[in-house]
């Protein structure tokens, strides 16, 4: 019997993946269908039915390629020598993420999704503590190198500067005043944020 190839099957699994996630981005998920995917992606229905056995199911691996890239750009601040650049870096590359034209409304949909497929929406859920814990976790390795104060609680630092950075994404296509010199503004807010933290947070366990 002839064997699959892993890799030929993981390539099939990425093509199907963006081909789906320009789909959704054009039409949104429920006037995507799985013929568009398939179309897109130059495969025959049958062949896309071999990797993924329902729209549902490639919607999920979707929304987990998104959330993958977005904990590669976090790793990136773990590993920066430096926590004020790095985070400024990780900051202007998620907001610049959201600028993609039809990303924020995919975004929305997914989230709209999530109230009617209990499976999509434990996976965002998921997806969003593991967000929040990965920002604490950088700036824990920060912490642990000397360039963040020792009694800065990083979870509640990362919580607040996850959650401001996600609403300012999703006020990226909404609000025209967002332009290029008001996110730097606004991240330049965060760093001021994450410089008060440094006297405030530690001050306060000593």
């Not at 959330?67 to 790793?75: H, K, Y």
């Amino acid at each position: 019997m002839r064997r699959a190839n892993p890799d030929l099957q993981q390539q099939r699994v990425e093509e199907i993946v963006a081909a789906a996630t320009a789909c959704f981005l054009e039409k949104g998920f429920h006037k995507t269908s799985v013929q568009d995917i398939a179309q897109r992606a130059g495969l025959s229905m049958g062949l896309l039915y071999r990797y993924f056995p329902s729209k549902d199911a490639i919607i999920e691996a979707a929304a987990t390629t998104a959330g993958r890239e977005a904990r590669e750009l976090i790793d990136r601040f773990a590993q920066a020598t430096e926590l004020r650049r790095g985070f400024r870096q990780l900051a202007q590359e998620l907001l610049t993420a959201a600028t993609i034209p039809g990303y924020q409304a995919l975004l929305a949909e997914v989230h709209a999704e999530s109230f009617r497929n209990p499976s999509l929406r434990r996976m965002e859920q998921q997806d969003l503590a593991t967000m929040r814990l990965a920002v604490s976790d950088a700036l824990r390795q920060h912490q642990q190198a000397g360039r963040l104060a020792a009694g800065v609680d990083t979870l509640a630092l990362a919580t607040v500067i996850f959650a401001t950075i996600e609403g300012l994404c999703a006020h990226v296509e909404l609000d025209p005043a967002l332009d290029v010199a008001m996110r730097q503004r606004a991240i330049d807010v965060l760093l001021g944020l994450l410089d008060a933290a440094q006297t405030t947070m530690s001050g306060r366990s000593e």
